[in-house]
């Protein structure tokens, strides 16, 4: 079945970094474009950066852009983000998501296939 582990959340100081892993299984990972978003408490999941399938073209936010940096291996089935001179704003759940589209897609009712999320908490 399809799967979508994310891994390497955690507590960390402003400034810090993070390095957030997601391991898919169950599809073929290479023809699909990736996703990272983040809901923080009481607000709505949004967009954090997405990947094309074979890695040309890539989304940021506007809020991260410069800190954080999209990739995939897809020879591993991975995809992950790094996230540099976190700040407290950037304290949410995050997870990555999958959908097959042949554009590049930043809305949640785009993507087909969900993690669970791991949890990053940026302390001031």
């Known amino acids: 079945q399809v799967q979508l582990v994310e891994s390497g959340g955690g507590l960390v100081q402003a400034g810090g970094s993070l390095r957030l892993s997601c391991a898919a299984s169950g599809f073929t990972f290479s023809r699909y474009s990736m996703g990272w978003f983040r809901q923080a408490p009481g607000k709505e999941r949004e967009i954090v950066a997405a990947?094309?399938?074979?890695?040309?073209?890539?989304y940021y936010t506007d809020s991260v852009k410069g800190r954080f940096t999209i990739s995939r291996d897809n020879a591993k089935n991975a995809v992950y983000l790094q996230m540099n001179s976190l700040k407290p704003e950037d304290t949410a759940v995050y997870y990555c998501a999958a959908t097959k589209g042949i554009v590049l897609r930043t809305t949640t009712t785009s993507y087909d296939y969900w993690g669970q999320g791991t949890q990053v908490t940026v302390s001031s």
């Open positions: 990947m094309y399938w074979d890695g040309r073209y890539t």
